[in-house]
Each structure stands twice: as structure tokens, then as C-alpha cells.
T-cell receptor
Framework: AQTVTQSQPEMSVQEAETVTLSCTYDTSESNYYLFWYKQPPSRQMILVIRQEAYKQQNATENRFSVNFQKAAKSFSLKISDSQLGDTAMYFCAFISNAGKSTFGDGTTLTVKP | DTEVTQTPKHLVMGMTNKKSLKCEQHMGHRAMYWYKQKAKKPPELMFVYSYEKLSINESVPSRFSPECPNSSLLNLHLHALQPEDSALYLC????????????????FGPGTRLTVL
């Protein structure tokens, strides 16, 4: 069984600043994918970024990047130049080869003007 | 069309009612998922369908009955629910890639907010 831990229930950041959300996971599998999803208040869950476990290079998507440390089972999300629209709950998720998805408890991020 | 639609948006039902939630996607995805999400909590996986066959059932009570009538549709039939079943029910789909069945991004629908009285 896999577990995903997000140790920061709530975070806040000033607009235009940088913030890092942490995620650690535990699994015995060697091949898997990790995802960060964003769920704005009362809105749809959307993918922010994904990382293939077999790739050493950290994924980036515009202002979003990850720091993937496979040996440490760590997968943090960095948001640069934070915008008001980044205010949301962020979930770290692990998906196994068997199709079982496990989400962390989430981090509520508030971007302040 | 990169959208997953869910109907109804809201549903209020009594404990003796029978109702169904519907999910539809036209992206050609062959994996579809049902999740249950309580307020300020992560989604909890309930069922996974792959090529219209149930591949994962996360020990969900039998009062929830999934159905996948074709590759675009996923239903969740509800019967004799309890007040604690009140939650947001999310549907998702993902594209199958040979050798990487479930690794692709899951596209989520907006959810059905269910209240059981």
C-alpha cells in the first residue's frame, strides 16, 4: 500500500512571491507517476504538473516546477511569481501501475494581494 | 472536447430513494473512475473501470453500484444511502497507453454534490 503525506495543511504567500509545497510518499513500487492537482474553491480539480518516477529530470510547467527526490520519496511543488488565481487546495497524488490512486490530505494555499 | 461532464450538479435524496449519477466523456479515454470527496478532504477512490470492465472496487458498500454501459458513459446507482454518504462525487477519466495503463493525467468532472437526508 502507498501513502502520501502533505505536512502543511495551510500556507499563504504574497502575490509575486515564490512558495514551495511539500509532499512525501511511501511505496514499494519502482515505477509510478506523481501528480500535483489544484482544486480552487467550488471549482473543478485540474492537473498542475506530473512527474514520471523513472525520469531524473524535474518536471516544469511555466511557473510551476517540482523537486523530485526519488531516494528520499519527496515531491515538492514550487510556484514562482504567485498569482491570486493560484489560491486553491493543492493535492499531491500517487498512481500505481495497478491504477490505484492515493491523494495526500491537501494544502490550502492563499495568495495575498 | 477535453471535458468530463457530470449530471446532476446537485442531488438531494432520502434514505429510501433510488437515484443515479451520470458521467460522460468524449475524449476516447478507456479508464474511468469514481471518487468520493468530503469537504476539505482529498478524493477517495471508489471504483475504476478499464475498457468498460470493473478493475478496482475499493471495498465500497453495495448501496453504491457502478455501471459502465459504453466507453463514454459511467453511472453510479445509489440506493438506501446513509446521511454519512453526503459528499461530492467526482468522476474522472484517463487515456490508456500500452504498458502504462493508468499513468496518464486524470481529467476530472465538476462533481455531483449529494445530500442524503
Amino acid at each position: 500500500a502507498q501513502t502520501v503525506t502533505q505536512s502543511q495543511p495551510e500556507m499563504s504567500v504574497q502575490e509575486a512571491e515564490t512558495v514551495t509545497l511539500s509532499c512525501t510518499y511511501d511505496t514499494s513500487e519502482s515505477n509510478y507517476y506523481l501528480f500535483w492537482y489544484k482544486q480552487p474553491p467550488s471549482r473543478q480539480m485540474i492537473l498542475v504538473i506530473r512527474q514520471e518516477a523513472y525520469k531524473q529530470q524535474n518536471a516544469t510547467e511555466n511557473r510551476f516546477s517540482v523537486n523530485f527526490q526519488k531516494a528520499a520519496k519527496s515531491f515538492s511543488l514550487k510556484i514562482s511569481d504567485s498569482q491570486l488565481g493560484d489560491t486553491a487546495m493543492y493535492f499531491c497524488a500517487f498512481i500505481s501501475n495497478a491504477g490505484k490512486s492515493t491523494f495526500g490530505d491537501g494544502t490550502t494555499l492563499t495568495v495575498k494581494p | 472536447d477535453t471535458e468530463v461532464t457530470q449530471t446532476p450538479k446537485h442531488l438531494v435524496m432520502g434514505m429510501t430513494n433510488k437515484k443515479s449519477l451520470k458521467c460522460e466523456q468524449h475524449m476516447g479515454h478507456r479508464a474511468m473512475y469514481w471518487y468520493k470527496q468530503k469537504a476539505k478532504k482529498p478524493p477517495e477512490l471508489m471504483f475504476v473501470y478499464s475498457y468498460e470492465k470493473l478493475s478496482i472496487n475499493e471495498s465500497v458498500p453495495s448501496r453504491f453500484s457502478p455501471e459502465c454501459p459504453n466507453s463514454s458513459l459511467l453511472n453510479l446507482h445509489l440506493h438506501a444511502l446513509q446521511p454519512e454518504d453526503s459528499a461530492l462525487y467526482l468522476c474522472a477519466s484517463s487515456q490508456e497507453v500500452p504498458g502504462q495503463r493508468y499513468y496518464n493525467e486524470q481529467f476530472f468532472g465538476p462533481g455531483t454534490r449529494l445530500t442524503v437526508l
